[in-house]
């Protein structure tokens, strides 16, 4: 099967991804394992897994040194830029690709399995969705065109930290909030806990050049839900208001576990100044389409 699509991986050495990788069947994608320490992992042999040289320090600070000095990653149509304690079937991530070129995605992610630890709600798995067209795509798990990540590579730049923070709230606004999404249909389940810092120095740190990103740009998180795509991968004819039922109704899971995500959800979905026209998926530059 031809590689159109990528994976860059940051890895160390308890790296889930020689899980992902199924040697008796075609893939989709070239794996580029781009490692943070040395690794002793099988996966040298497997056709199609490219393991670069080890470039030390965090996720986001190591990959914008390898995108900006190798540039074999513009020969693919998508990359995707997960994190490396992720558990994802292969054809999960062959579905995923596939899904991402058929909606026109420039941003988008796989939502998370419901037995994920998680962040942001938005992020988890919408049980009456297939995909979701949203204003948040977490830094997490990022998949971009090639067109996206051209445009948005000049932007790690602003992370000194290199961990990320607040840059997922930056691209969503520098593509104006358009071809993005979340792919329900092909969950991965994140292993490990989320936010954890070795010291409460490197959190401040992280957390002060989130809050510096987003208010230089003057962006924020925006978790609205504009679509939910259906089983003929066309967007849903849903008024407001009945978007968010389905999308309550699929996240329902979350809300029993924990209540307090049903308010989170509904100020997410409110009608506000400046969201009066949805951005869709395949919808010209410029332009918007209008939901009922």
């Known amino acids: 099967m031809e590689h159109r699509h990528l994976v860059i991986l940051r890895a160390g050495r308890n790296s889930l991804h020689p899980t992902w990788l199924d040697a008796s069947r075609p893939r989709n994608w070239a794996l580029y394992v781009c490692p943070y320490q040395p690794l002793q992992l099988p996966t040298d042999s497997v056709a199609g897994v490219t393991v670069g040289d080890v470039i030390p320090g965090p996720k ?3 990959l914008r ?3 900006e000095s190798w540039s074999g990653w513009r020969g693919y149509d998508y990359v995707w830029l997960p994190d490396d304690d992720v558990f994802a079937p292969q054809s999960s991530i062959d579905r995923m690709f596939e899904l991402a070129r058929a909606l026109s995605l420039d941003l988008c992610a796989p939502a998370l ?3 994920s630890y998680y962040a942001h709600y938005s992020t988890m798995r919408n049980r009456r969705c297939i995909a979701r067209l949203t204003g948040f795509v977490e830094i997490m798990l990022p998949c971009f065109s090639r067109g996206a990540l051209e445009k948005l590579l000049p932007t790690l730049a602003s992370t000194s930290t290199g961990w990320g923070w607040g840059l997922d709230s ?3 606004k ?3 909030y358009r071809n993005l999404g979340v792919i329900d249909d092909t969950p991965v389940l994140h292993t490990r806990p989320v936010g954890g810092f070795r010291d409460a120095e490197l959190g401040r740190r992280v957390l002060d050049e989130s809050d510096r990103i987003m208010a230089d740009n003057d962006c924020r998180q925006v978790h609205t839900t504009f679509a939910a795509i259906g089983t003929d991968l066309q967007p849903l ?9 389905r999308l309550v109704d699929g996240w329902r899971y979350l809300i029993d576990a924990n209540p307090s995500v049903l308010p989170w959800i509904v100020e997410a979905q409110r009608p506000a100044a400046g969201w009066g026209a949805y ?3 395949g919808t010209p530059a410029g332009g918007t389409r209008h939901l009922p």
């Open 60 to 62: 986001w600070s190591g």
């Open 65 to 67: 040194t390898l995108l």
């Open 113 to 115: 399995h419901e037995a």
């Open 170 to 172: 930056l691209w969503p």
């Open 174 to 176: 520098m593509l104006e």
């Open 237 to 245: 004819a849903l008024s407001p208001e009945a978007l968010a039922a």
């Open 279 to 281: 951005p869709v998926a």
